[in-house]
C-alpha cells in the first residue's frame, strides 16, 4: 500500500462484484470536490469494476464508462464535480501526469486513480488510499482503506453504516 498519513483505516471483505459496486457507491456518496481515492492492486483485482460502479453511482444514471488504459483518463461529469478517472499504469513517469490536466483533477473534480504509485511523490498526502486483494473464491474481493485526515469523519461514517 502507498504511505500515506492514515489516521483511520478499515478492512472489508467483499464476496463478489456486487459488494464492490455497493462500497464504491457508498464512497460516491461521501466524495467531494478535490478529493483523491487511490486504487491500488494487481492486474484483475477490480479497481476498474470499482471506479465504474463509483461514476454510475455518483452521476445516477448508467453512463458508459469505458477503462482509461489507452487514454490514461478519462472525465465524467453530471451534477456535482467531474470525476477523473486514470489509468496510470501506462504512466512512463510522474511528471507526464502534468500532461494529462491532474493538477485540475485535484483542484477541480474527484479523482479516480489506478495505479497511483506511478504518480510518485506527485500523490497528494491527503487521498483515501483503497488496497483491492483477490479473496477467497473467484469472485470475492478483499478492500483495506487507509484515510488521511480529511478522509477520517467519512471512513467513520462508511464502518458504521
Not at 464512497?27 to 492492486?41: C, E, K, P, S, T
Not at 479523482?111 to 506511478?118: A, C, D, K, N, T
Request: glycine content about 8%; aromatic content about 8%; cysteine-free.
Amino acid at each position: 500500500m502507498i504511505d500515506a498519513p492514515a489516521s483511520a483505516s478499515l478492512s472489508l471483505s467483499l464476496v463478489d462484484e456486487r459488494a464492490t459496486a455497493a462500497l464504491a457507491a457508498r464512497l460516491a456518496g461521501l466524495a467531494r470536490r478535490g478529493d483523491v481515492i487511490a486504487l491500488q492492486g494487481p492486474l484483475g483485482s477490480g479497481k476498474t469494476s470499482f471506479a465504474r460502479a463509483f461514476i454510475r453511482a455518483r452521476f445516477g444514471a448508467p453512463q458508459d464508462v469505458t477503462s482509461p488504459t489507452f487514454t490514461l483518463v478519462e472525465i465524467y461529469s453530471g451534477d456535482g464535480p467531474p470525476v477523473w478517472h486514470f489509468d496510470l499504469f501506462r504512466l512512463a513517469a510522474p511528471e507526464d501526469a502534468w500532461e494529462l490536466g491532474i493538477e485540475d483533477a485535484f483542484s477541480d473534480g474527484i479523482s479516480l486513480i489506478e495505479w497511483p504509485e506511478r504518480l510518485g511523490t506527485l500523490l497528494p498526502k491527503e487521498h483515501l488510499a483503497i488496497a483491492l486483494a483477490f479473496g477467497a473464491s473467484s469472485a470475492a474481493r478483499t478492500a483495506r482503506l487507509a484515510a488521511s485526515p480529511a478522509w477520517e469523519a467519512r471512513l467513520r461514517e462508511l464502518a458504521d453504516g
